[in-house]
């Protein structure tokens, strides 16, 4: 497949069985690397799933829709818009309560495919001098539904908010910008984080054009609308609306958005890019967490020469 894949050369999955849902459906597209995964899940109206764990860290953008999610004992109602995150480890569930679908993009670190029904039906993106397997591959465990109805009760009664930290509001969640030098245009970024990685939503101008440049971590990619020119080390990668793409760790990349329209697209790195460096970077913990971020990754700043290769495709 290489660093790329297409909307329509992903599978559709359902990595749910029927008898852990309690009504509806979902339908998902998800791709991995070696840190992480990024899934599109598209839940019907009326989707409701059994409590259940993970052994990773879940960070979450609600692209459409209303979504309840619940985590332990506490319930949150998600709209268009907000981000949200899971603990790794802790119990957790959703409940499309309204009349539409939600779609719903996911990272999971590590990446969510040890079950290997899941794992089959997802899409690796790994270059050819690459190995290909993840560094662990945890897998969804589902428990007993005896303190769901409880807890959703207390939940849908009330306002959905016991408690914000875990959840950012999309509105609320100040505007970042780019931190690489730009040969034109501009981006701005709404930056999520949690103890494992990131989740950050940019929007790049048309004409934006940013230099080359490395980050030391995994970064997968989603492009919610628009299109953008993305080149990996001597490679032009077109993406169009609904494309994913993988840039690994250290390699030289730089974007440019040749089209009339701004680009918006989700990104997901792990380790976190350093927050402290960024203007807006919103943590998204529990009020009993104490944040534990592994060693932040930076941007480096490589040669403008790289983008010789441009020429190339013009």
Known sequence: MGLMARWDEVPDSTPIAKEDLKGGEISTKRLYGLDSSITVAMRSAGYHSRPHIHNCEQLNYLAEGELWVFVEEKGYLLRQGD????????AHWAWNRGETRSVLIESHSPPLIGK?????????????????????MPQTIFLSDDVAKAVEARSVNGDGEPSRSLLARGDEVPSG???????????????????DGNLMVATRVAGYHSRPHVHDCEQLNYLQSGELWVFVEDELYELKAGDFLRIPTMAVHWAWNRG?????????????????????ATGLFGPSETPDLRTPARTIMVADEYMKVEARYL
């Open 116 to 136: 290997p029904s899941v794992r089959a039906k997802s899409v690796g993106l790994f270059h050819q001098n690459e190995h290909g397997v993840p560094r662990a």
């Open 260 to 280: 009339q329209q701004p680009s918006v697209l989700v990104e997901v790195h792990i380790p976190c890019l350093d927050p402290y460096r960024r203007q807006g």
């Open 177 to 195: 910008r780019q931190l690489v030098n730009v040969l034109g245009g501009g981006m701005s970024t709404y930056f999520v984080y949690g103890n």
């Open 83 to 90: 981000y949200f995150r899971v603990p790794q480890g802790a």
